[in-house]
């Protein structure tokens, strides 16, 4: 990403806040998983799911743990959410007669094992337990899920619908989104362009295009990132991260000679070479090209410093336009 007093002088930096990340353009990712524990202890603990009804009184204590993984990524202004946890909460509950004395009490857990961004249209699996196995036990736990279970996926919806917002930067993020620019331009006519890239993380490195053969050209790009290259690489190799960056199908082989399918099958192609994070060789095909073309593409990972990655990339025999 930019610095201060370096690179393309249409980086605004100065004198303001979000001057490293100007509208969000660049992809930055914010880790939840601490909001997503004290949010769901917020709309989980101490509901109270039935309160005299029949006899019953049932409400929900404590939630015990949230494990997996929660973070929103933003790039170039569009929220994208990423979430696996487990949730597991603890109830209690008890029955009386119709003059008010106990016929016994009963706690139990509930468990929700996969509640993730892929099936965040869907209600999550929830199971219940009662420690008490006796009639009162199983009498308290049939109440719990007869009235309770919709009551707690209720809740997590809320849940998923606040980190598909943008989570615990919602507000920031909103605050430095700016409405699309349609940027079309001329059909380029010379053998090589040198074409700027609005908001490229150094503003040092254009895209180059450049005619090797007739019919074809190369394509060139160097981008800088702020992160480890096995970061970068691994992304590239993950399909799930894919799905989520993009909002599309993806189909990621991460083994040589593995096939991969991305954008919905708008690129198909076979992996070459890999070496993990340094390098990353693929044929690559658009489905709207020719049978029988592929191109090349070669992905270089290096670390000058700590904490900084530049990639390299380099598409050879790239069909022109017309063919």
């Given at each position: 990403m930019a610095k201060f007093g370096e690179g393309d002088k249409r980086w605004?930096?100065?004198?303001?806040?979000?001057?490293?990340?100007?509208?969000?353009?660049?992809?930055?990712?914010?880790?939840?998983l601490p909001w997503a524990k004290k949010r769901l202890g917020e709309l989980l603990q101490n509901i109270r799911i039935i309160e005299g009804s029949g006899g019953l009184w049932i409400s929900t204590t404590?939630?015990?743990?949230v494990t997996g993984e929660a973070y929103v990524n933003v790039r170039k202004g569009k929220i994208i959410p990423g979430y696996e946890l487990t949730?597991?909460?603890?109830?209690?509950g008890e029955a009386k007669d119709g003059e008010g004395n106990s016929l016994g009490k009963a706690t139990g857990k509930v468990d929700l094992p996969y509640i993730a961004d892929e099936n965040a249209d869907e209600a999550?699996?929830?199971?219940c337990s009662v420690l008490d196995e006796?009639?009162?036990?199983?009498?308290?736990?049939?109440?719990?899920?007869?009235?309770?279970?919709?009551?707690?996926?209720?809740?997590?919806?809320?849940?998923?619908k606040e980190?598909?917002?943008?989570?615990?930067?919602?507000?920031?993020?909103?605050?430095?989104?700016?409405?699309?620019?349609?940027?079309?331009?001329?059909?380029?006519?010379?053998?090589?362009?040198?074409?700027?890239?609005?908001?490229?993380?150094?503003?040092?490195?254009p895209v180059t295009i450049a005619k090797t053969k007739e019919g074809f050209k190369t394509i060139s790009l160097t981008e800088r990132f702020h992160c480890r290259p096995?970061?970068?690489?691994?992304?590239?190799?993950?399909?799930?991260?894919?799905?989520?960056?993009?909002?599309?199908?993806?189909?990621?082989?991460?083994?040589?000679?593995?096939?991969?399918?991305?954008?919905?099958?708008?690129?198909?192609?076979v992996n070459m070479k890999?070496?993990?994070?340094k390098l990353i060789m693929q044929r690559w095909r658009f489905q709207n090209w020719h049978d029988g073309l592929y191109s090349t593409v070669c992905l270089t990972f290096e670390e000058p410093e700590i904490g900084v990655t530049i990639v390299k990339l380099t598409q050879t025999d790239v069909p022109e336009e017309d063919r």
């Open positions: 605004i930096v100065q004198d303001r806040p979000d001057g490293a990340n100007v509208h969000n353009w660049h992809w930055s990712e914010k880790d939840c404590k939630l015990d743990s949730v597991k909460l603890s109830w209690e999550p699996e929830l199971k006796g009639a009162v036990g199983q009498r308290l736990r049939q109440a719990f899920l007869a009235t309770g279970k919709s009551m707690i996926l209720e809740r997590v919806a809320t849940f998923v980190i598909s917002q943008g989570g615990p930067v919602k507000d920031e993020i909103e605050s430095k989104i700016v409405p699309k620019v349609d940027t079309a331009g001329s059909k380029a006519t010379r053998s090589e362009v040198k074409v700027d890239t609005p908001g490229a993380p150094t503003g040092k490195e096995r970061d970068v690489y691994s992304t590239l190799l993950d399909e799930n991260r894919w799905k989520g960056f993009t909002q599309s199908k993806a189909i990621i082989s991460k083994e040589v000679g593995g096939h991969f399918s991305l954008f919905d099958g708008a690129v198909t192609g890999l070496e993990e994070d």
